[in-house]
């Protein structure tokens, strides 16, 4: 009865809208199981694989690690009586300190960026700097050498 509802992986792949690759990572890592093998040999999953694949996909979603969604199922099955509230909070707060840290990376970036094209803007030339690289190019200097 069970294998009556079962997908292929590619099945899954396609309902769920997840890479097949995805898929095989999510398996490894002990996220989803298998119902067993068709009689082609490929493995089948059951309609609960779905499920975890939405719940994978949402806290992917939110920023999560592969590695951090591994501890919290981890948990959730040694402990199934247990709420993952707090555990998911821990890693919900660390995963804003590296948006965070991302966002201030990118405005520095950002910054920089505004900072060179200002200069360049006022010098009407390359930074001095890069003048020189440029001029250095060993490519550059073969081609003018060259008879």
């Known amino acids: 009865m069970l294998r009556a509802n079962a997908m292929t992986i590619g099945q899954l792949s396609r309902r769920s809208g997840v890479p097949i690759k995805a898929l095989r990572e999510y398996e490894r890592l002990g996220f989803l199981y298998t119902l067993g093998r068709s009689a082609s040999n490929y493995r089948l999953f059951g309609e609960e694989a779905l499920w975890c694949v939405h719940v994978i996909q949402g806290l992917r979603s939110l920023g999560l690690t592969l590695k951090e969604i591994q501890n919290l199922v981890t948990q959730y099955l040694e402990r199934p009586g247990e709420p993952i509230d707090a555990l998911l909070e821990e890693h919900l707060a660390r995963t804003v300190a590296r ?5 201030a990376s990118l405005q520095a970036l950002h910054q920089r960026i505004l900072d060179f094209q200002s200069a360049r803007a006022a010098m009407r030339t390359p930074a001095p700097e ?3 690289l ?10 003018a050498s060259a008879p």
Do not use: G, H, K, Q
């Not at 948006?99 to 966002?103: N, T």
């Not at 440029?134 to 081609?143: E, I, Y």
């Open 99 to 103: 948006v965070e840290a991302r966002i």
């Open 130 to 132: 890069l003048a020189r």
């Open 134 to 143: 440029f001029a250095s190019d060993p490519r550059r200097c073969a081609v």
